[in-house]
Structure formats: structure tokens, C-alpha cells
């Protein structure tokens, strides 16, 4: 008997019919002797519903508030789901993250866990319930409801796997495991059977959509086995492991990670002294605007051009922020651009490779591709290119290091 934590995305639990279809797949696991633990995330759809209708009261609600809305849509799934499991014969109990006791931290919209009480739903288990929790949620020391952020549900389900010592945690979602790229960019992707805690970091961190990023870190750090499954699809998805020897054979790069959502700014003209780096982005990191890819250049007039990107969400907080760091230091100006993306390489086997670099840049000049800044590490090498093209960029680098699939296997 192993116990199993199964976490079920949006698409997955999109219908009552679907959230059927899930409750036979977990009896099916019931039946085969495992105890198994549920995280569900709200129904398709149904987050953005909700903070449509905030924004229908204010264009910046209250961020307390907006997680006490939009954590309703699991709380729908949790008891759906617990009831289609009970009309099966399967004995199960919901739970939200507040009742479960997934302490975070007070960052409403994007809070961390800092700790799980896994008591109660012990005691379930060994009533030989299923217990199903609500994803994304979680409730800081004050009781005040928190969100996890996009795709926290994720997260959830590998922290409460860490927390309850489970023997594997499954991610089911609309895709049958980790691929090479995203199969909608580029129709000869693969996918992996097998990929690098390590590197599915660099992914997630990256832009890929299939876990989020704190999910895997909990995975790393605690040494949770992490399977990506298909929802509705039998098959064996992709396991991320920690198995360095199994990553030796592996090619060069292994995907291909790209992210829209990104913006940068620029600082121009700001006097070259010690400490303008913390000058600048000291009060960016204070409103809680995280910095990804950061370039300075020191001019011949003794002033220096800082530039970073942040997501895209945080640009005008951010460019609201950088303005007024400008009027405090003298700067010369302030720009700004959201038609950007990120295309990023990602392989293990970048550490045994000379000229990964040369040959990626080299595919791009090849497509007339400009890049405007680049940031590298042990395995993987990230650029900022325009948005326009960077369909072409992500098929061109996926051909460049020979990670399409044979003719007639490519991914459907």
C-alpha cells in the first residue's frame, strides 16, 4: 500500500462530467489498496471569472479581499468532487486549505507556505478516507485568507506530498508529460520520459506552463518523486527525478522555454556611483515586483542605462516605482516596453558542451532574430527578444539542436 498524492488542474475538473471522470480514476487507485490524498484546482475558467468581477468594482482590488473571493473556486471542486467520490462508495472529506492548516506567509495573491499540519488528514487516512483538498490556498497566522499565486495548486500538491512523507506525487493536466517545447509552438516536440529536478527548475523558472516553479522546488528539496500525467490518458508522463547518472545520456539541451509574459524597463542616464544597483532596485523588490534578466552599461559620460524585465502583471507598478526613483537620482529618462519575450535553452548537458551559446545565437542571426539582452547559467542560456517573433525563434532553436521528432512521430 503506498500513499499517493494525486493534484487535478483546471481543465481537468472543467465539468461536472470531468470532476465523474476523476472520481473514477481515484477509485480505481482506492481499489488497488493505495491511500490517496486529492488537490484539485478550481474549475476552467473559473478564477478568471472571478477576478473579472472584482475588476468590475476596481481595477486594483484590495488584494485580501481578491483572495477571499477567488479561493471560492476550489472550495466548489473540493465538495463536488467529495461527493462524487461518496456516490461511488468511496468515503472521502474535503477539506480547504484553511482547515487543512496550510500556514503561509501574508503576501496576499502570490503567498509562500511556511508550514503544513498534516494530523487531520492522517487521521482520515487511516479512517480509510479520501481526503481532497482545495489547491492554491492558504491562511497566514492572522487567519487571514491567502492565495499561492497561478498554478499554485501545484505547489499544494507537493508540499502536502513533502508534508505527508508520500511515496510519489502525480500531477495530472492537459498534457501527457513534459516535452521538449510547447507541442502548440512547434508540432514535432517530444516528450521526455525523464527530466532533471535541475532542469525542470530552469523550465518552470523559464516559462513552461507544466509545473510551477515553487512546485518543483518543494519536489528538489524534499526528494518528492514527481510524475506529469495526462488527466484522461493512459501512459507513463514524464518523471522528474534527481538521478544525475540517468541525465549523462541525455542530449545537450533537453527543451526549449519561452515566456510571453514579460516586460522591461529601462533606466537611462543615472549617475555611475557605488550602490545604484540597490538605488534601483531596492524599492522595485520593496513593492513586491520580482526582477528576472538585468543588463547595466556604463556609459563614456560617467552615467550608466539599467535595464530589467519583471512579468508583465507587475509592469506599471513597477514603471510607477522606477519613475520616481528617476526624479530621486537625476536620471535622464524612463522607458518602458511590453512587446517583449524570453527564449531560454535548458540542458544538463550545456556543463559538458562547449559553444551551446554560439549555436543557439547563430539559429537566431540565421532568422534575422535580434536579441536585446541575454543571461546565462551552468544549464541554460535565456535571451529577450521581440514578441513577434518568437513562435519562429522557439522552432528554429528546437531544429537547430535536434530535438524534433522523427518523421510520423511527432506530438498530436
Not at 27 to 34: A, L
Not at 339 to 366: C, N, P, W
Amino acid at each position: 500500500m503506498a500513499l499517493i498524492v494525486q493534484k487535478f488542474g483546471g481543465t481537468s475538473v472543467g465539468t461536472v462530467e470531468r470532476i465523474e471522470q476523476v472520481a473514477e480514476k481515484v477509485k480505481k487507485f482506492r481499489e488497488g489498496g493505495d491511500d490517496i490524498v486529492v488537490v484539485v484546482s478550481a474549475m476552467s475558467g473559473e478564477t478568471n471569472r472571478l477576478i473579472d468581477l472584482a475588476k468590475q468594482i476596481s481595477d486594483q482590488p484590495v488584494p485580501r479581499e481578491l483572495d477571499v473571493m477567488v479561493s471560492t473556486g476550489e472550495q466548489v471542486t473540493i465538495a463536488l468532487l467529495a461527493m462524487a467520490l461518496i456516490k461511488r462508495g468511496v468515503p472521502a472529506v474535503s477539506y480547504t486549505g484553511n482547515q487543512v492548516r496550510i500556514l503561509t506567509d501574508s503576501a496576499h495573491t502570490k503567498a509562500r507556505i511556511l508550514q503544513i499540519d498534516g494530523q487531520r488528514i492522517q487521521r482520515d487516512i487511516k479512517a480509510g478516507r479520501v481526503v481532497v483538498v482545495a489547491g492554491f490556498q492558504g491562511v497566514d497566522e492572522k487567519g487571514n485568507i491567502t492565495t499561492l499565486g497561478r498554478g499554485g495548486s501545484d505547489t499544494t500538491g507537493v508540499a502536502l506530498a513533502a508534508a505527508l512523507k508520500a511515496d510519489e506525487c502525480q500531477i495530472y493536466t492537459d498534457v501527457d508529460g513534459v516535452y521538449t517545447t510547447d507541442p502548440r509552438v512547434v508540432a514535432k516536440a517530444q516528450r521526455l520520459d525523464k527530466i532533471t529536478f535541475e532542469e525542470m527548475l530552469e523550465m518552470a523558472s523559464l516559462g513552461s506552463k507544466v509545473l510551477q516553479i515553487r512546485a518543483v522546488e518543494f519536489a528538489g528539496k524534499y526528494s518528492v518523486p514527481l510524475r506529469v500525467l495526462h488527466s484522461f490518458q493512459e501512459g507513463p508522463g514524464t518523471l522528474i527525478t534527481l538521478d544525475e547518472e540517468e541525465s549523462m545520456e541525455q542530449p545537450i539541451i533537453s527543451g526549449i522555454a519561452f515566456n510571453r509574459d514579460e516586460a522591461k524597463l529601462t533606466i537611462r542616464g543615472v549617475p555611475d556611483t557605488p550602490g545604484v544597483a540597490f538605488k534601483i532596485l531596492g524599492p522595485i523588490s520593496a513593492a513586491n515586483v520580482e526582477v528576472d534578466m538585468i543588463v547595466q552599461n556604463v556609459a563614456h559620460d560617467n552615467t550608466t542605462d539599467f535595464t530589467f524585465t519583471v512579468h508583465r502583471n507587475d509592469y506599471n507598478n513597477a514603471l510607477q516605482v522606477l519613475q520616481g526613483i528617476a526624479a530621486e537620482m537625476g536620471a535622464r529618462e524612463v522607458i518602458g516596453d511590453t512587446d517583449i519575450a524570453k527564449v531560454s535553452i535548458v540542458g544538463v548537458g550545456m556543463r559538458s558542451h562547449a559553444g551551446v551559446a554560439s549555436r543557439m545565437f547563430e539559429a537566431l542571426a540565421k532568422e534575422n532574430i535580434n536579441i536585446q539582452m541575454i543571461s546565462t547559467s551552468e544549464i541554460k542560456v535565456s535571451v529577450v527578444i521581440e514578441e513577434k517573433y518568437l513562435e519562429l525563434a522557439v522552432r528554429a532553436l528546437h531544429t537547430a539542436f535536434e530535438l524534433d521528432a522523427p518523421a510520423g512521430n511527432t506530438a498530436e
